[in-house]
């Protein structure tokens, strides 16, 4: 199983890109993890619709040949980034074509405060399901991010492992589940 990362962040030092970089070490076995760029997509507007740029053709295909996404997200002024936004914006145009169709999602966020990203998932979650993705409802994860939760490449607090690895199996199961239900149509 691949599923796809997506960062919602562009920051280089975002707290939930250092956090998504520590799934594959506790990824489900037989699941591979890889972080989709959208880095480079420049602002959507509707005039590219007819002639769509290489990057934004290149992210929606990284999408399409992903069999799930996580999107790992911080949040801005109570909602998700809108650099995130406009990623999500070329991945569902133009009109008709977007990638998220049927693809199954899992979301997630890292904040250093304690009610973290709850209103950015929310917002989150009335988008991908404009766009007919089916998103894991549970478990709910905004995890508190501590740089002293994760040392030399590892995770070394054990409740923090144990809310991302419960986070991870919860949406490959899901990946599966929705998976299985696309190839039975």
């Keep these: 199983m691949r599923i796809g990362v997506i960062v919602g962040s562009l920051s280089s030092t975002s707290i939930n890109r250092a ?13 591979e993890l890889f972080e989709i760029d959208w880095s480079q997509l420049p602002l959507y507007r509707p005039d590219y619709d007819a002639d769509y740029p290489q990057v934004a053709l290149d ?24 650099a995130l936004k406009n990623a999500l914006d070329w991945a569902a145009r133009p009109w008709g074509q977007g990638v998220f169709n049927g693809k199954p999602v899992a ?39 501590s740089a002293d939760d994760f040392a030399g490449g590892e995770i070394v607090n054990d409740a923090t492992r144990a809310i991302l690895t419960q986070f991870l199996d919860a949406a490959a199961a899901h990946v599966a589940l929705h998976t299985r239900e696309l190839a039975a149509l």
């Design 59 to 82: 992210f929606k295909q990284a999408i399409a040949d992903a069999d799930g996404i996580i999107i790992v997200t911080p949040e801005y002024s109570r909602s998700l980034p809108g």
């Design 107 to 145: 979301i997630m966020g890292a904040s250093s405060g304690t009610v973290g990203t709850a209103a950015a998932q929310q917002h989150l979650r009335a988008i991908l399901g404009h766009y007919n993705a089916p998103t894991l409802g549970q478990p709910e994860t905004f995890l508190r991010y």
């Design 19 to 31: 956090v998504a970089s520590h799934f594959q070490s506790i990824a489900p076995e037989g699941v």
